[in-house]
């Protein structure tokens, strides 16, 4: 990074800075990553718990170059499932299954996320999102 320190990646994880030292983050855990240029800033923003906000780390360099390659690779191929299920009119949510890529047999993370402006409070709609997400894994089978 522009400041010295390390950050690095493998077939099944992201080491990303805590602190003084680096923290494991496997790719089924990163949501997804994002390049400012005019910052050179890397953010890099890790799945949480429903109706908490995402984990982000930002990472000063000058080009993320084939480490945004990896992170780009990486990210996509933790995705086993994807589905937007509408909920209220064309608004819904949208339901990810990821798994660790380097192991086939690695258990699937499951999680959804609400459109904008559909409000977690909204009288019965985590009932629905959590229903379409058990529709969506059984169809699947996992």
């Not at 908490?52 to 086993?80: N, Y």
């Not at 209220?88 to 299954?97: C, N, Q």
């Amino acid at each position: 990074m522009s400041d010295g320190t390390w950050v690095a990646g493998t077939r099944a994880a992201v080491y990303l800075p805590d602190g003084d030292k680096l923290r494991r983050v496997g790719w089924e855990a990163i949501e997804r990553a994002a390049w400012d240029s005019e910052a050179s800033v890397l953010h890099v923003f890790e799945t949480t718990a429903f109706g908490t906000p995402l984990r982000a780390t930002d990472l000063a360099v000058d080009d993320p170059g084939r480490f945004g390659q990896l992170l780009r690779e990486r990210i996509d191929a933790s995705v086993l499932v994807q589905r937007h299920v509408p909920l209220v009119g064309k608004k819904g949510v949208r339901i990810v299954g990821r798994r660790n890529p380097a192991e086939a047999d690695a258990p699937v993370a499951w999680n959804f996320v609400l459109d904008k402006g559909l409000e977690p409070d909204r009288p019965g709609l985590i009932e629905q999102a959590e229903a379409a997400l058990r529709s969506v894994r059984e169809e699947f089978g996992i």
